[in-house]
């Protein structure tokens, strides 16, 4: 059986506090070190000393993505423990010096119809810690991994959808399930635009991909799910499908709206979200290009590009 422990730590964010766990079997392993900054280090130097744990006692760091509320404090623990840092090659390529990360998503913001100063907005409101960057010794993993424990073991998954690389954790004989962002008790994921690495003119499919996890997990047998924020999810079956539902009917909602109207994604999003600013505006751009993309994918909508911006229609 493994022993696991939850260590919340603080974030500058508004999602709040994200959930680190320690794995206390050996190899000792913690899922998920924080945010790189004093606040979030003394919270889990606290937290795993009053699990009697230093952090020279940890063999193995796993980061489930690459967003910097979960993974800033990698670099750090990995340098303090001497230990590894295991991530999905998809993140890891995020995870280096000088990545640009509007840089290369900046024409398909422009492609939305986003007006230049709404995307200054965005461009300034920026995130008040630095990008996190690994160094030192990393594995990279693609899924399908086994981490052997003395006393269990926890299956990788490659659960793409909230990022590219991102990567659950499960453990087959308890059910234990470690979600990350993937799935969350209180909110749902949002499917954030990512650029294809193979092909940076097209975006990845994600919300195609997401769905396609969450029935995957169904098919899971989950005992108790360990979200990277919140409360663990003991009704998984329900998440699971509270979740689908949400994403269907904003499908509905989207294809209702383009029934009468050939708009931009810009255009649709400030439809359902008329006041967001800075950076939840890209979120929100986000969000409606997966659902476009999903909805052209499936021949439900279909897409013109007009002076280099994409509007949508009902087919
Ligand atoms: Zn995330
Ligand atoms: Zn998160």
Redesign the pocket.
Known sequence: MLNIYKIKIPTPYQSGPVNSYLIKNEPYTLVDPGPDYPMAREALLEGLAALGVAPADLARIVLT?S?SD?CGLARWLSDKACAPVYVHRLERRKLVPGYDYYGERLPFLRQSGLPGEVLEEILEDSDPLEMPVLNGRVEEVQGGEVLGFEGGSLRLLHMPG??PGHICLHDCEQGNFFSG?FLLKEITPNPVMEVDPTDTSRRLPVLTQYLEGLRLLKTLDLRLIWPGHGQNIENTMEAIARAIRHHERRLEAVLRILEENCWNAYQVMRYFYPKIKGFQVFLGISEILAYLDYLVAGGQVTREDRNGISYYRRT
């Open positions: 993505h967003h979960h909230h990022a962002d």
